[in-house]
């Protein structure tokens, strides 16, 4: 069966500090992998989507990024957080085919303070 | 206006109520429809899919309206584990793949 992992679960950052969250897959080869977030009391925003290794498309400007240096790794950066970037920050992954579910990752909770 | 849109609530509801929830989406290309269950301060589980001809799991029924572009989910004989946000979801393909956008969520609260 797949799984995904991501980490840390929570996370404490000074503005100006930098972010990095990870994100692992397992059971499966060449997935869809997704970055969501989602600030207090919203919706699920889509940040950025990765078809192959290499391959990241942004959603959304603004001062993160996304890297996907192994097949089924994900990870999510930035080099200096605001405090707007504090949320909920969701890995996703799923199989390539149009119309597949998204399956989330446990989450990371994130306070720019 | 949004891609998806919900009424956020809260539905306070008795237990053993039937409760229904609409979701509309904009995009008339759209190809596939979630509902997804987001508890407090976790992750969105996948609760089911949605099917042209409707489906059914449980307390759980779920339709879509292609001609007004809305999804339903209809709870049935509520519980109190059953408070939690639901979250629709639809998907449209792009060149990229498999884009998936959500509503801002439903909050549902069964009450003793």
């Known amino acids: 069966s797949q799984t995904i992992h991501q980490w840390p679960a929570t996370l404490v950052q000074p503005v100006g500090s930098p972010l990095s969250l990870e994100c692992t897959v397992e059971?499966?080869?060449?997935?869809?992998l997704y970055w969501y977030r989602q600030a207090a009391g919203r919706g699920l925003q889509l940040l950025f989507y990765s078809v192959g290794i290499g391959q990241i498309s942004s959603e959304v400007p603004q001062n993160l990024s996304a890297s996907r240096p192994q097949d089924r790794q994900f990870i999510l950066s930035s080099k200096k957080l605001l405090l707007s970037d504090s949320g909920f920050y969701l890995c996703?992954?799923?199989?390539?085919?149009?119309?597949?579910?998204?399956?989330f990752g446990e989450g990371s909770w994130l306070t720019v303070v | 206006r949004k891609e998806v849109e919900q009424d956020p609530g809260p539905f306070n509801v008795p237990e053993g109520a039937t409760v229904a929830f609409n979701c509309t989406y904009s995009n008339s290309a759209s190809q596939s429809f979630f509902w997804y269950r987001q508890d407090c301060r976790k992750e969105p589980k996948l609760l089911m899919s949605v099917y042209s001809s409707g489906n059914e799991d449980g307390r759980f029924t779920a339709q879509l309206n292609r001609a007004s572009q809305y999804i339903s989910l209809l709870i049935r004989d509520s519980k109190l584990s059953d408070s939690a946000t639901y979250l629709c979801a639809v998907t449209s393909s792009n060149n990229a793949g498999n884009m998936l956008t959500f509503g801002g969520g439903t909050r549902l609260m069964v009450k003793p």
């Open positions: 059971g499966t080869s060449n997935p869809n």
């Open positions: 996703a992954w799923s199989w390539v085919s149009v119309g597949n579910t998204i399956y």
